[in-house]
Structures are given as structure tokens and as C-alpha cells.
């Protein structure tokens, strides 16, 4: 989105936005895409690499109204990074390398993930938070404890982006549907291996029987599994990084548009807290019990989970639970494969902060 005439009378909305971990691999090309957006007044690049300076300087050349400042632990700090943002977006850590799963970087993420949340919590404690580094099913779970630690934590307001995952899945059954709509695929669960859970057959509906179960595995496989892909063909250089970005940028402007009310009813899958009832999030007490049934686990606590909800001008309004009612079988097989592991994964976030 550039500037022009007919969108001017929409620059008085306008926000400040933070990105934390600017200079790396996903946050230097997401910083272009929210510099491009006529809707950032205010672009606040942090990192503790010095290098956010020249990231800062390159981005102020382009001809678009937001304000690029730059920030280091020297220079300002969390605090001037932070100060009155009403978005965060949070590509700070290591990125995986070959060999490596999103639960190895735990132990440096995670204390990352803490010192970034509490200077959320002090300095822009009402800020919607998008939360990228990895691994996502325990660093979401991270923000959330310090945040209520806090008492800053508002469920509606903070989000694992799993939206990669969606724009994987849509990519991948183009290549052998390519005249199916785009943009519909709903994928669920977990953002990691086996806990990603593609819902193909909501899309799909009969014409899923032309595909062979074969290819169907394959699908459901590579949207689990291809961030190998990129981690092996860039041969330890980095992990996604431009389509990271990219699927970031797309989800920032489905939470953007409906925080703005420039338009309504936007749905958009992503990683959220699931611990309250249906007065914090409307439509999670139907997805627990959804899950507890499909699973066979009456007594499953589930803390948290990626799904599609509908967002608003206050975050998250409600949360599509009926995506879960007409699952086909291959579907009800991994989201209990999913429920398998992600209770551990988000355990470890939790137990992270409260020093277990
Ligand atoms: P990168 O290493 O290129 O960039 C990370 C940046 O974070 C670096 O500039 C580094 O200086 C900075 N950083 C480190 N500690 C920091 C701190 N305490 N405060 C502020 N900045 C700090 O890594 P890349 O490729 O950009 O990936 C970032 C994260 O995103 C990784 O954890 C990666 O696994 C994750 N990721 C998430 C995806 C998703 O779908 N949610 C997809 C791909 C990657």
C-alpha cells in the first residue's frame, strides 16, 4: 500500500508500530513491507545489533509518510523503542540451522522473549503483540506469563503468527489444483512439525477425492515440514526469512484493518491463549470441548492452540470453533497427533517464567 489521493482521508488513522529484532533476516524485510503501509505513522526498529542504525537510514529514503526511528540497548533502549507503540512484532532470536527443530532454540528464545515482554508490559502495556520467534507454541506462552505477571495480559491482544503455515498450505495444493480459490486454506494447531494441522477438506470438500491419499499425505507433510526446505537450501545461512515476511505483513494488515475499522470481519488463523472462558474470548469454551471429544481426552487442558478467529477494533472477537465439526478422518488423526505433543511445548513456556 503506497500513498495517494484517494487513501489520504484514511491517514488520520494511523499507528506506531515496533519491530523487535528489525536488523535480522525476517525483521529487515518486514520493516520494508510496514514502511510501504500508509497506515504506520511511526516505524520503531529495535535490535541489539548495531546494525538496525543502517536499517533505519536505508528504509527513511522511501517515499512513504511513516517515521523510521532506530533503537540499541545504548541508543534509547526498550524503553524509547516502545514508548506509546500500539503494534509489536516480535522477529528477535536465532533462527534454526540444518539439523536443528524449532524446540532446539528454546533456551536462547525464551530469554529473549522474557526481557522483550517485560518491556512491553512497562512501556506500551496496551500494545497488540505478534509474536514470531520461535518456537512459537513455547515463546507465545512465554509473553503471556510475563504479561500476567505483569497485569498486562489481554488474550485478545497476543498472537503466535502461524500465518506462514497458511500461506504454505494454499501454495502447495495450487501445484496440483491450481483453479482452486486462494487465500482459504485454514490450518490449526501448533506452529511446529507435527503439531501443524491443515484443514484441506474444508476447502476442498468432494473434490478432495481426487486427490490420492499419497498426495494428500504429501501436502499435509510439506506444509509441516517445509521450512526444511528453505533451512537446507540456504545451507545454514538462515531459515524463512522474505516469506516469513511476507506471511507476517499479510497478517499485520488482517489485525491492522480490523483494529482501524477499515473493514470488518477478518478472519485470520493464529496461535492464541485458550486458559479463559468464553467471556475473555468468545467461542473458546466450544473449541476445548470440540477438542476434548475429537481427541478421546475428556480431562484435556488446552492452554493454548492456533486457530481461525475473527478479529476487531479490541483484537480477537470470537473464535471459529465450527471449523472443528465436520473434519474428515485423516484431519481428526492430526490434530490428535498434535494434542500429543503441544501441551509440552507450551508447559515449557509456561514453567520458563514461572521458574520451574
Ligand atoms: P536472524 O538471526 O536473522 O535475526 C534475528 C535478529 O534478532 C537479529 O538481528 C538479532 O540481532 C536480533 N536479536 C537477538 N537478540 C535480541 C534481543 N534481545 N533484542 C532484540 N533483538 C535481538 O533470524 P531470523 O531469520 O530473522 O528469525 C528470527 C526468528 O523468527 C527466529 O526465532 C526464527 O526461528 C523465527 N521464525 C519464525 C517463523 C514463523 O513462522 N513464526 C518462520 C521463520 C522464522
Redesign the pocket.
Known amino acids: 500500500m503506497t500513498a495517494n489521493n484517494s487513501t489520504d482521508q484514511k491517514l488520520d488513522k494511523a499507528v506506531r508500530v515496533a519491530v ?2 528489525a ?5 529487515q524485510p518486514l520493516s520494508l513491507t510496514l514502511k510501504m503501509n500508509i497506515h504506520v505513522k511511526e516505524l520503531s526498529l ?4 548495531p546494525h538496525v542504525s543502517g536499517v533505519a537510514a536505508d528504509l527513511s529514503h522511501i517515499d512513504t509518510p511513516a517515521k523510521v526511528s532506530w533503537h540499541t540497548p545504548d541508543n534509547g533502549g526498550l524503553p524509547a523503542a516502545l514508548d506509546g507503540c500500539d503494534f509489536v512484532l516480535v ?6 540451522k540444518p539439523g536443528m527443530s ?1 524446540d532446539d ?1 528454546f533456551k536462547i ?1 525464551a530469554g ?1 522473549c522474557a ?2 515482554a517485560s518491556g512491553i508490559a512497562q512501556y506500551c502495556p496496551t500494545a497488540t503483540v505478534l509474536v ?3 518456537p ?1 507454541n513455547s515463546t507465545v506462552p512465554v509473553f503471556a506469563e510475563v504479561f500476567k505477571k505483569n497485569g498486562t495480559f489481554n488474550p485478545r491482544k497476543l498472537f503466535g ?2 500465518t ?1 503455515d497458511s500461506v504454505r498450505a494454499d501454495t502447495f495444493i495450487h501445484e496440483v489444483m491450481p483453479d482452486l480459490n486462494w487465500g482459504l486454506i485454514k490450518v490449526i494447531g501448533g ?1 511446529s512439525g507435527d503439531t501443524i494441522v491443515p484443514l484441506l477438506s474444508t476447502v476442498l470438500g468432494q473434490d478432495i477425492k481426487s486427490l490420492s491419499h499419497m498426495q494428500l499425505h504429501a501436502i499435509n507433510h510439506r506444509v509441516q515440514y517445509g ?1 526444511d526446505e528453505i533451512i537446507q537450501a540456504k545451507k545454514g545461512l ?4 522474505l516469506s ?1 515476511a511476507y ?1 507476517a505483513q499479510k497478517f499485520f494488515t488482517t489485525v491492522l484493518s480490523s483494529y482501524l475499522g477499515l473493514t470488518d470481519k477478518n478472519i485470520a488463523c493464529t496461535f492464541i491463549n485458550t486458559e479463559f472462558d468464553n467471556e475473555a474470548l468468545d467461542g473458546v469454551n466450544e473449541l476445548k470441548q470440540i477438542v476434548r471429544k475429537l481427541t478421546g481426552r475428556p480431562d484435556l487442558d488446552l492452554k493454548y492452540f492456533a486457530m481461525p478467529c475473527v478479529f476487531g477494533p479490541n483484537g480477537i472477537e470470537r473464535v471459529q470453533y465450527e471449523c472443528l465439526e465436520h473434519l474428515d478422518s485423516t484431519e481428526v488423526e492430526m490434530v490428535k497427533v498434535c494434542c500429543e505433543t503441544l501441551p509440552s511445548n507450551y508447559s515449557k513456556g509456561i514453567d520458563f517464567v514461572r521458574g520451574k
Not at 536488523?23 to 525483521?27: E, N, Q, R, S
Not at 522477529?91 to 534454526?96: Q, T
Open positions: 523487535l529484532g536488523a535480522g533476516g525476517i525483521g529495535y535490535d541489539v545489533s522477529p528477535a532470536g536465532v533462527p534454526r524449532r532454540l528464545n529473549i526481557e522483550l514470531i520467534s520461535n512459537v503468527v502461524t506462514l506452529h521450512g538462515g531459515s524463512s526469512t516469513m506471511a
